[in-house]
């Protein structure tokens, strides 16, 4: 059974970008572009593929930065509807999960150094004394 890709919010609304005629474009589509709102191959492996298109006027042109318009490429204001809403809300709970993990994480190595510390400096203390008890 093949896997569908949602598509990841890359921005809750629209990139304001000026674009030229006579020039192809490619429109990522799948969100994990790290050049937004252009491809970068970074949907390899997703089942999904970026956008071709081009324009007819030199102009700025409002890119989709949610993923889900219906006029992809260009922004048709999903973003502010339920769906896009919801969309935005479900993106900012997966990072705060996200951050939530990894403070979680840097605790425990912290807490771990710290530990370490604790006995490295109660061993050099010990050392240090039965070093001076050996002297006397």
């Not at 949610?66 to 502010?80: L, R, V």
């Amino acid at each position: 059974m093949a896997t569908t890709f949602e598509p990841e919010l890359a921005k809750p609304g629209p990139y304001g970008i000026e674009l030229e005629p006579g020039r192809d474009y490619y429109w990522c589509s799948c969100g994990k572009s790290k050049s937004q709102p252009f491809c970068d191959g970074s949907h390899k492996g997703t089942g999904m593929t970026p956008q071709k298109f081009s324009v007819t006027e030199k102009r700025t042109y409002w890119l989709c930065g949610c993923k889900i318009s219906d006029g992809k490429p260009f922004c048709d204001g999903m973003h502010n509807k339920e769906k896009g809403v919801r969309k935005y809300n479900e993106f900012l709970l997966k990072k705060n999960t996200a951050l939530q993990l990894e403070l979680e994480q840097t605790r425990k190595r912290n807490t771990a150094i710290s530990t370490g510390a604790v006995i490295l400096g109660t061993v050099g203390i010990a050392a240090f004394i039965a070093t001076r008890l050996q002297s006397k």
